[in-house]
């Protein structure tokens, strides 16, 4: 009994306590928080995790199998992709990536939100396709992450 309520402990610590990734200037982020149209042929692609759950932990997130990179509870990412085609956002898990197929269309935004999840020994993370409504307002209160730079 002691041992699981040790266990327990230890794993409450860990997803509640705080990572940080390298960050964006102020700029930058400012500037991705404008939700301007992306370039001719491209979708707008932001990826972001909010809150603080799973606070300690952080995660790997590919966009078409590269690195996008790490994410903390409160960041986030922004790339242009070839519209009028299919992308898959991946993040990693704990046994195995969870994957979203995104069908892309030219001229538009979407907003992909990785969530973290309890596992049988560590979080586990997951990626769900939001509105742009919701994706615009949770992205408004977070800060933007540099690029490429992944655990794995």
């Given at each position: 009994?002691?041992?699981?309520?040790?266990?327990?402990?230890?794993?409450?610590?860990?997803?509640?306590?705080?990572?940080?990734?390298?960050?964006?200037?102020?700029?930058?982020?400012?500037?991705?928080?404008?939700?301007?149209?992306?370039?001719?042929?491209?979708?707008?692609?932001?990826?972001?995790?909010?809150?603080?759950?799973?606070?300690?932990?952080?995660?790997?997130?590919?966009?078409?199998?590269?690195?996008?990179?790490?994410?903390?509870?409160?960041?986030?990412?922004?790339?242009?992709?070839?519209?009028?085609?299919?992308?898959?956002?991946?993040?990693?898990?704990?046994?195995?990536?969870?994957?979203?197929?995104?069908?892309?269309?030219?001229?538009?935004?979407?907003?992909?939100?990785?969530?973290?999840?309890?596992?049988?020994?560590?979080?586990?993370?997951?990626?769900?396709l939001v509105s742009e409504e919701k994706g615009e307002k949770e992205i408004s209160e977070l800060e933007m992450a540099i690029k490429g730079q992944c655990s794995s």
């Open positions: 009994m002691k041992t699981l309520l040790l266990a327990t402990l230890i794993t409450t610590a860990a997803l509640a306590g705080c990572s940080s990734v390298p960050m964006e200037s102020a700029e930058k982020s400012g500037l991705a928080k404008q939700f301007n149209s992306p370039s001719e042929g491209k979708s707008g692609l932001y990826i972001y995790r909010s809150g603080s759950f799973g606070g300690a932990l952080k995660k790997d997130i590919w966009l078409n199998g590269k690195c996008i990179g790490e994410t903390a509870p409160n960041v986030f990412f922004y790339e242009e992709v070839s519209g009028d085609s299919e992308h898959k956002i991946s993040t990693e898990s704990e046994f195995s990536p969870n994957d979203l197929i995104v069908k892309a269309e030219n001229g538009k935004n979407y907003f992909v939100s990785q969530y973290i999840k309890m596992g049988v020994f560590v979080g586990g993370a997951g990626v769900e």
